[in-house]
């Protein structure tokens, strides 16, 4: 069956660290997979898009990998910051017409 | 440009009552989605549309019915009701789908309470 999940539900880290998210994929082949961030009462924004055969996109602070081999993207924010508390969502982005495959987020907690 | 917004914000339904959620976006963008996010079970397809006139069932489209009548439209009907329909319901839009990299542009939800 597909599935589409990222390492855990909850993150805290230090302010000043970096927070590493993780968003594993099981049978599917995506050409594209996206990040969003999403804060509490909103919907979510859209953060940085890699492409498969693109293995780092960086964004500022920023940094996405994907390893099409592993099945899997790494999320990078580096020097977090409590304003990077939020939930962060991975979302595959298959050829053709589907539609977006959301994961269920990790929700970062950054720590003064 | 407002992007994407929704009506209404909030929302208590008795069961069996019927309501429409609206989505409007103002980029003249042809794709549009309604997801409902629900804790633990992050967000979920209900219904999309590929552009005027078309829908297309999504992972949870029971209970729904969708219309795209005019392009900035995207309507959400639920006919009756139902506890199980207590969510918060989000709709987006993209300029276009699959192997195009366009982002999901998304409204700031709906909260529906069903008792």
């Known amino acids: 069956s597909q599935k589409i999940e990222q390492n855990s539900e909850a993150l805290n880290i230090q302010e000043g660290k970096t927070a590493t998210l993780t968003c594993n994929y099981t049978n599917y082949s995506p050409a594209y997979l996206q990040w969003y961030r999403q804060d509490p009462g909103r919907g979510p924004v859209f953060l940085l898009l890699i492409r498969e055969n693109e293995k780092e996109k960086r964004k500022e602070r920023l940094k996405v990998t994907f390893d099409t081999t592993l099945k899997q993207s790494l999320f990078h924010i580096t020097a977090s910051q409590p304003a990077d508390s939020a939930t962060y969502l991975c979302a595959l982005d298959e050829r053709g017409n589907t539609p977006l495959v959301f994961g269920k987020g990790t929700r970062l907690s950054v720590i003064a | 440009n407002a992007g994407v917004t929704q009506t209404p914000k909030f929302r208590v339904l008795k069961t069996g009552q019927s309501m429409t959620l609206l989505c409007a976006q103002d980029?003249?963008?042809?794709?549009m989605y309604w997801y409902r996010q629900d804790p633990g079970m992050g967000l979920r397809l209900i219904h999309y549309?590929?552009?005027?006139?078309?829908?297309a069932k999504g992972e949870v489209p029971d209970g729904y019915n969708v219309s795209r009548l005019k392009k900035q439209n995207f309507l959400l009907g639920l006919e009756s009701a139902a506890p199980s329909q207590t969510s918060v319901y989000f709709c987006?839009?993209?300029?276009?789908?699959?192997?195009?990299?366009?982002?999901?542009?998304f409204g700031n939800g709906t909260r529906l309470t069903v008792t």
């Open positions: 987006a839009s993209r300029r276009t789908g699959g192997s195009y990299n366009s982002p999901l542009h």
């Open positions: 980029m003249n963008h042809e794709y």
């Open positions: 549309s590929v552009g005027e006139g078309t829908t």
